[in-house]
């Protein structure tokens, strides 16, 4: 089984990147506009999370066979479901904003580790994927035991996570690519051997 979750990880290299890049610009949004309300950040968090999911959704679809793919469609579903609900009840969901952003950070967090875990012994570099799980595990539980934190500090929080996030993500997209990149080259000279 981590055979093939590395196969589709090293397929898929380019949906870590894509998420890195939109964590990366709400993280950007975030701190260049630190005054803006909850309902903003909402928004802004709530289409993070869905573009996030979808992207997390199509990776999962994109191959063939059953194995492997649950764990990105069971993160990409939760980040697609809590971004669609912050976007269609903006009002009620801010109350609910920070424990939704620590419930999506716990789980996202979670299902990084256990991937990273089974990777280990398949490849080399499985590091960045682990780290953006105790990133986000870490910023989750943050957020639930200083869920009083003040606006403003709470803004720069989510934006400091969000850009360290995002960074890590496209790390390790690029390592997947590179990992593709080295397969097929070995492959090719495997061939002209023969």
């Known amino acids: 089984m981590p055979a093939a979750m590395l196969g589709l990880l090293r397929r898929n290299w380019w949906t870590l990147v894509l998420r890195g890049a939109c964590a990366i610009a709400f993280g950007m949004f975030a701190w ?3 005054q ?3 309902l903003v950040l909402l928004l802004a968090w709530g289409t993070l999370a869905c573009l996030g ?3 997390t959704l199509i990776g999962a679809f994109a191959r063939e066979g059953g194995e492997a793919r649950w764990i990105m469609m ?3 579903g939760l980040s697609l479901a809590m971004g669609a609900y912050a976007l269609a009840y903006p009002r ?4 609910l904003f920070l424990w939704l952003l620590a419930a999506w950070a716990l789980f996202s967090g979670i299902f990084q580790m256990v991937a990273a875990w089974r990777l280990r012994a398949e490849i080399r570099g499985e590091f960045w ?3 953006a799980g105790v990133l986000s595990f870490l910023f989750g539980v943050l957020l639930l035991l200083r869920p009083g934190a003040g606006a403003l500090a709470l803004v720069w929080m989510i934006a ?3 850009v360290l996030y995002g960074i890590v993500l496209i ?3 690029l390592h997947l690519r590179r990992l593709r990149a080295d397969g097929a080259q070995a492959e090719v000279q495997l061939r002209i051997r023969q």
């Open 92 to 95: 009620s969901a801010a109350l």
């Open 129 to 131: 994927l682990g780290c």
């Open 171 to 173: 790390a390790w997209g």
């Open 32 to 34: 260049f506009w630190p």
């Open 53 to 55: 999911g979808i992207a």
């Open 160 to 162: 400091s996570f969000s």
């Open 74 to 76: 069971l993160e990409g």
């Open 36 to 38: 803006m309300t909850v």
